[in-house]
């Protein structure tokens, strides 16, 4: 399910131009220790949207409750998207947690899809990061299914 290249159907154009006000072209990023992402930055407002297939990783959620948990800011376990379990988090600092969040989905026990977003300038305040990035990452995980043809 977490095949091939996020920056090519993670998320589509309109969703993109829903998300961002436009539709930035991908920046792939290959992790060696994580696996292939793609950041979709608007460089007019600031925001930006990352989509990580973590698939490097083999522990899933359960590396996040160790190592990720302990030190974040933010962590909010998510009703499950899809059927599949979820947890919100960030580690930046109180004031950087307004503006960004991750959420990361647990396609199966080894692997997770991992959403972040970066509100841009004028949202910041007025929308909260994590249910921005939760309402992505169901659009992330809609497209996946879509494309495994489930």
Known sequence: MLAGDPCDGALTPAQLTEILNQQPPGK????????????????ETGALVTVAYTTKVTDGLSTLYANTKPKA???????LIQGFPAVAHSTFSQQGSK??????VGISDQTTVDVSVGLGETA???????????????????NLRQKAGS
């Open 99 to 104: 503006s960004f969040c991750q959420v990361s």
């Open 28 to 43: 792939h990023n290959d992790d060696p220790s994580l696996g292939p992402a793609c950041q979709w930055p608007n460089s």
């Open 124 to 142: 910041v305040g007025k929308k909260d990061p994590c249910d921005v990035t939760t309402t992505v990452a169901g659009m992330v995980v809609t």
């Open 73 to 79: 800011t933010v962590w909010r376990p998510l009703p």
